[in-house]
């Protein structure tokens, strides 16, 4: 059984990462591609609580607390959701992964990136996206789409229309997160494809499904 691929979405808070991965999901099961789609933090049952104590019930929790909770969540998920997909063949489409631990970890909470690359080898060594769509926004609109869950569907609990402690966070925390995530992208060109998130949201989708088609084109059917 040949290994399906890891698509991963990544970026800023409320950039309309849920939404964009739910229409590649439809095009790619349009192609006949067996797709899984699913989620960071969460997409296992440890998984939503430890989301939920990160998003939504975090008192004094400490920035390291903080990190080996995302990865232990991660490390649940990869081990039932992501490693077992890929290998059944299926298409994997993941909203937000490891880069998201770099970004909000690293450059948001200034957690140095050597701890963070030690646990990515513990947790995620061998899975490295083979395609990872960054949706980039101007850093004049950081905060203007945040929060916005309304489209997910993993997401449609009460709790998760309000601020979570990300979304809390002032403007400069999220100028180091988009920072880091456009220096990653600068590092590996190949795997990370940035894509203006301004534009309606047809328009974004339409660019997606056109790097996806380029990519693979087994999947350029219609
Ligand atoms: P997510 O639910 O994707 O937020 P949204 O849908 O609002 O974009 O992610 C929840 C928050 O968790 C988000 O603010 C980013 C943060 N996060 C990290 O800080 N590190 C991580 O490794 C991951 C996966 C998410």
Redesign the pocket.
Known sequence: MQRGKLITFEGI???G??TQAAVLESFLLRQGIDVKRT???GGVPVGEKIRQI??HEKEDLSNLAELLL?FAA?AEHVHRVVRPALEQGQWVIC???ID??YA??GG?RKIKSGWIDTLVKWVASDLSPDLTILLNLPSEHIHDRI???QH?MF?ASVSDKIP?N??SEEKPFFERVRNVYLKRAEQEPGRIEVIDASPDKETVSGEIIALVKKRWPETDNE
């Open positions: 808070d409320g950039v990462k849920s989620c960071e933090p990160l998003l995302f991660r909203d937000r992964f998201a631990s909000y970890q948001g929060p916005s869950n997910d997401r979570d990300f979304e």
